[in-house]
Nanobody, 126 residues
Framework: QVQLVESGGGLVQAGGSLRLSCAASGRTFSSYPMGWFRQAPGQERELVAAISRSGGSTYYADSVKGRFTISRDNAKNTVYLQMNSLKPEDTAVYYC???????????????????WGQGTQVTVSS
């Protein structure tokens, strides 16, 4: 499994922006499809965005399309989530995850992901 460490969370006012980073250990990061999930209190963990191992394909949940952007830098073993126009309903713990299946596409199901970070809290005030 790959080790993942998120950073960049915090408190922001509605309409503001944050950029989350997820640093991965290991030499095979570029082989993994990656995803960002979030979990609000009392809610299921949901996929927010996903990216293929090359970065050429991405997926976004409808709730964040046009506001969030997922990207990756394979040279730095890092995946990012740029979050703009934040809303109070974006408040959650955000997790990055890796799919070790070594496939070229995107993983959009939670069960496909093998490794998880510890999460970073994002709080959006109204």
């Amino acid at each position: 499994q790959v080790q993942l460490v998120e950073s960049g969370g915090g408190l922001v006012q509605a309409g503001g922006s944050l950029r989350l980073s997820c640093a991965a250990s290991g030499r095979t990061f570029s082989s993994y499809p990656m995803g960002w999930f979030r979990q609000a209190p009392g809610q299921e963990r949901e996929l927010v965005a996903a990216i293929s191992r090359s970065g050429g394909s991405t997926y976004y949940a409808d709730s964040v399309k046009g506001r969030f952007t997922i990207s990756r830098d394979n040279a730095k073993n890092t995946v990012y989530l740029q979050m703009n126009s934040l809303k109070p309903e974006d408040t959650a713990v955000y997790y990055c995850a890796a799919d070790a299946a070594l496939k070229p596409g995107i993983s959009i199901h939670r069960y496909e992901y093998d490794s998880w970070g510890q999460g970073t809290q994002v709080t959006v005030s109204s």
